[in-house]
């Protein structure tokens, strides 16, 4: 028969490890919802029309390629062919929110898909803006744009025709600038797959191939703005 209390130490040093694991638990929660709370505060878009850019726009002080993700729906429609419809409010920093957003624009035969998208996020005095793509272009008219001079900053890249092509760039307004609360998780794209009434959409994760035309002709934007090329 083992004397009473022989392993109290023991058992105190167990509660005591159990008790350092769950504070330290905690304070990681915290720290997660912190960063996501400041993630909503700083990261609220607001869609700006590309053909409504103003000189707060024209000379950035800052700028940084990052990763977002987009949302849009593809709708069943006659001769088994299939409707792509985008929407400007869906594209967020967080996959889970787009998923959320699905579901509000959920109806019965909807297919959703959500895309990891590179973007521009251009930091500037009193404005932060975020320009991406809906679609690819063909690399002329990546060189073609590029060819504008950029020593007034973006003021003739924006004024630039091929800039307002339909379908092809889509610009986002933020609060502040906080490129570090955006993801740096590899390329990913979502599908939606059935499920039964009333049961939350369940998706499948593939990878995505990331746009090198898009990455290298942001590459070169932030160059000609804050590089060599910009003191031709």
Known sequence: M???????????EYRRKKLLHEARQE?????????????????????VPIYNIDERYHTPINASIVRIYYLFENRNAWYSTKIERYY?????????KLQNKAEEFRTQGSQFKIESREAIWFNFKNANLLLSEISSQHKRIYDNILECSFKN?????????LIHLRGWL??????NWRPDLISQNEAVALDSLPSGHGKPLRWSCNPNIAN???????????????????ED
């Not at 900053?153 to 025709?161: A, D, R, S, T, V």
């Not at 889509?170 to 609060?175: A, Q, R, V």
């Not at 090198?212 to 910009?230: H, M, S, V, Y």
């Open 2 to 12: 083992k004397p009473q209390g022989q392993y109290d130490s023991l058992i105190e």
């Open 27 to 47: 304070i990681i929660f915290e720290n997660m919802m912190q960063k996501q709370a400041d993630a909503d505060a700083a990261l609220n878009m607001k869609y």
């Open 88 to 96: 400007t409010d869906v594209i967020d920093c967080r996959l889970d």
């Open 153 to 161: 900053g973006l003021e003739e890249f924006w004024n630039n025709p």
């Open 170 to 175: 889509i610009l986002f307004e933020f609060k």
């Open 212 to 230: 090198e035309k898009f990455i290298n002709f942001a590459n070169n934007i932030i160059l000609r703005c804050f590089g060599d090329a910009n």
